[in-house]
């Protein structure tokens, strides 16, 4: 399978009713990298002058603080799944350091104390709910069995169900353990996890879910990041642990994410000024997202240090380049990517879509 990435990224959520409307947006993700074909556009909004102002100033104000103890909690937290995960490095313009564990991986690094990779991914899913009940399904193409060719999409099938009938079968104990664990497999490599880390993460490491919104769809938290910063930006008090920042205008800080899409930036209809009131408003610009947590920032070197999950497979950590203000970098190579190696975390990877840094807050902050 591919990620963003080299495969696709949905967020979307199944059959818990907090995560029900996501799973469309699962299903309707898994079509390849890089969509070209986007969403609709949405009516021009933004914010006023004025507002803007405002919000743009509470985002350098606390871009220029020293990150709260929840955000630590958070970049730390994301450092030891890493580290658990045992996964890739990839150093700035996208040099591949080491190539980790991937999703699909039944094998414990003892040595590390590692636990198996596609368990892990399943630990990320049991933050959102029992994953007898929750959204997670694995794929079957018609004929694939028989014929190596054969294509398609294919159709998914409820993990839930599957293990009913595993469990209910005529198997020895062997023969059933064998079956289950690779139907959890398959599950864990069939559905994009990455919303589903970051959950994991910010949950983990101790913000509550009144003030997160966690979820396997990056939507849900964007949009309510985005309302936040509606509301600020219009002299509102805010509820939620995030606002959604200009990643051009603000320094990036451990505990933040940073957010790209995976649409046409045309068909998308720009970037953080339109993208971002419109989220606010419940409208869908974009909806095929990504979210790495920032996990250091080192503004001597001018490095954001980022990890994120689902990323080539794997729990990554990856730098990105910013300036001598902590803030995103401009992609430094004019040219493009050769063909096997499109915009991403392996080529030109701060040209990439990136349109919103969502700004951990404690309520203290500005």
Known sequence: MTCQHLRTHPPGCGRVPALAAGILLAIATLTGPWLLTGPARAEPQGFTGAERGRLDRLCRTT?????????????????????????????????????????????????????????????????????????????????????????????????????ARLRGASLTEAERDALVQSALRAAAVDIPWSAAFVSHVVVTAGVSRIRFQASMAHLDFVGEAARRSRDEAQGLSPGAFYRACDPRLTPLRPGDLLCLHRHDPAAAGGGYAALVPALATGSRPVWNLHCDVVVAADRRRRL???????????????????????????????????????????????????????????????
Do not use: K
């Not at 001598?324 to 990439?352: H, K, N, S």
């Open 304 to 366: 954001a240090t980022l990890i994120g999950g689902n990323v080539l497979q794997s729990v990554t950590r990856r730098e990105l380049r910013t300036d001598g203000r902590g803030i995103l970098g401009r992609a430094r190579r004019a040219g493009a990517c050769p063909q096997e190696r499109r915009i991403g975390p392996l080529c030109q990877p701060e040209a990439a879509p990136w349109f919103v840094v969502l700004q951990a807050t404690d309520p203290s902050d500005p």
């Open 63 to 163: 871009g220029a603080m020293a990150p709260s103890p929840a955000a630590l909690a958070i970049a730390g937290t994301a450092v030891r799944e890493h580290d658990a995960f045992g996964g890739h490095v990839i150093g700035p313009g996208g040099t591949m350091i080491r190539f980790g564990a991937v999703e699909a991986d039944a094998l414990r690094d003892e040595a590390a104390g590692r636990g198996v990779p596609w368990r892990q991914v399943l630990r990320y899913w049991e933050t959102l709910g029992p994953l007898t009940e929750g959204p997670l399904q694995a794929r079957r193409i018609q004929r694939l069995t028989e014929d190596s060719g054969a294509n398609g999409a294919g159709d998914l099938v409820p993990l839930t169900d599957l293990l």
